[in-house]
Structure formats: structure tokens, C-alpha cells
């Protein structure tokens, strides 16, 4: 169980590895194709990224591309993108994941019974997939667009004393509503029971930079824009990403 307290001290900067040691890259969305998989996986291998997810039928595809030990992690999506599959069915696809190899797997939320009040299922639901997959770490996903700021402390609240390893934003099928305000909801909500990842709209090595100065431990980014990313963190005086927000 995930029940230590992970908020570490904030690095003063960060250089082109360590900044691709904190990014997950997928191919997620519907219309990703095998050639798409297979990217993927040069790419996250190739820049050291620290976990490439894809969607759960090219889970076995993805292991096999990935060298076993390397920097990258192999993950997958659970009870995707809705949340509103059922506990039974998220343990099954968990189980089945895991199986195949993927290393961490990021679920999404029951966000109906979240917003329904209905708290002790969210709660059972996501420890039956905890339990299921342990030692596997679970991120779960909030989907910050459809939730309000109360219901967002009550979610993060929830996976926090859930036995989950991360607290996720959202799953990039909806439109983003990652921003600075509703991370600190989150990250003081859960003060460094579980550790917190952004994603969604990340595009700059500034919002990075000041994710990290408030407790983000881990971002989803876009494969191409973390490339990108990676590349202007190389190019900075020093070829570091300043946290600290000062000048000179």
C-alpha cells in the first residue's frame, strides 16, 4: 500500500534526463495505430521518458518493444476513458494488464458515482484495483473538466487514503482544465499522502517549471511537445530547467 508520504524537496533544476524521467508520453486516444505503438516506443526508449502508455490491446506489444529494466515503464489505461465500467470489470482489465506486463496503470474515476455522492463506491472501487494489481502502482484520474472545486478535494481526498501511488488530472479526452489553481486544490487536499500528475495541456517548460515548484511529481505530455520539450531544456544557459523561478 502507497500510505508514505511523498512531497520530497523541490529540485533547484532539472536537465534534459531528468525531465524526461518525470514525463509519461501514450498513444491513448481511439484512433492510435500499431505503427503508432511502435513510435512510441522508440521514442519514450530513446529519450529516457519514464513510462510510455498505450491503450490495453497493444499493452502485450508495448512490453515487447521496451527492454525490460530500462528508464521507460510500460503502462496502460483502466476503465477508460469514462470511468463508468464496472468495479468487476476494471479488476478484471487490471489483472489482465498487469499480466501482460505493464508496470503502473492509471484508471479512471467513477465520476457519476463521484458526483452522485455515492463516496463509498468510489472508495471500493478504487481499492478493489489496488488490492488487485498490488504492487503495481495505480494512478487514478479525476478528469478535472467535468468536477467542481469541492468535488475535486473530495476526489483527491478520496484516492489519497486509497492505497493508489498517484492522483491524476485528467485523461486528455477532454478538454483541459490542468491549471496552477485547481493543482493546489489538489496537491493541498492530499499534502503528500500520494504524489499528483498533470496532464493535459501542458506545453511549456514555464508550466512545468512551476507544476514542479508546487509538488507535480510526474506530467502526461504529448509524445511530439515532450520531445520538443526535452530539446529547449538542452538548449537552456547550463542546459537545465530553472524550478526556482529566479533570474540570474
Not at 14 to 43: G, K, W
Not at 48 to 73: E, K
Not at 109 to 126: A, E, F, Q
Not at 209 to 220: C, D, K, P, Q
Amino acid at each position: 500500500m502507497h500510505n508514505t508520504r511523498h512531497r520530497s524537496q523541490t529540485p533547484a533544476s532539472l536537465s534534459p534526463r531528468e525531465l524526461a524521467a518525470l514525463i509519461d508520453v501514450s498513444a491513448v486516444q481511439a484512433f492510435h495505430t500499431e505503427a503508432d505503438v511502435r513510435e512510441l516506443a522508440e521514442i519514450a526508449v530513446a529519450e529516457g521518458f519514464i513510462a510510455a502508455h498505450v491503450l490495453p490491446n497493444f499493452v502485450p506489444l508495448l512490453r515487447s518493444l521496451v527492454p525490460a529494466g530500462g528508464l521507460t515503464l510500460v503502462g496502460g489505461p483502466v476503465g477508460f476513458p469514462s470511468g463508468g465500467h464496472t468495479t468487476r470489470t476494471k479488476v478484471a482489465e487490471a489483472t489482465e494488464l498487469a499480466a501482460n506486463g505493464a508496470q503502473e496503470l492509471d484508471m479512471m474515476i467513477n465520476v457519476g458515482r463521484l458526483k452522485s455522492g455515492d463516496l463509498d463506491y468510489v472508495r471500493s472501487d478504487i481499492r478493489a484495483v489496488v488490492e488487485a494489481i498490488a504492487p503495481v502502482p495505480l494512478k487514478v484520474i479525476l478528469e478535472l473538466a467535468h468536477l467542481t472545486d469541492d468535488e475535486i478535494r473530495t476526489a483527491s481526498a478520496i484516492v489519497a487514503e486509497s492505497g493508489a501511488a498517484f492522483v491524476k488530472t485528467g485523461t486528455g479526452w477532454t478538454p483541459s482544465a490542468t491549471t496552477p489553481e485547481k493543482l493546489k486544490l489538489i496537491i493541498d487536499t492530499v499534502d503528500g499522502a500520494v504524489e499528483v500528475k498533470a496532464s493535459g495541456g501542458i506545453r511549456s517548460l514555464e508550466s512545468i517549471a512551476a507544476m514542479v515548484r508546487l509538488g507535480v511529481t510526474r506530467f502526461g505530455i504529448n509524445t511530439k511537445v515532450a520531445v520538443d520539450l526535452v530539446r529547449q531544456c538542452a538548449a537552456l544557459p547550463g542546459g537545465r530547467l530553472d524550478i526556482t523561478g529566479t533570474v540570474g
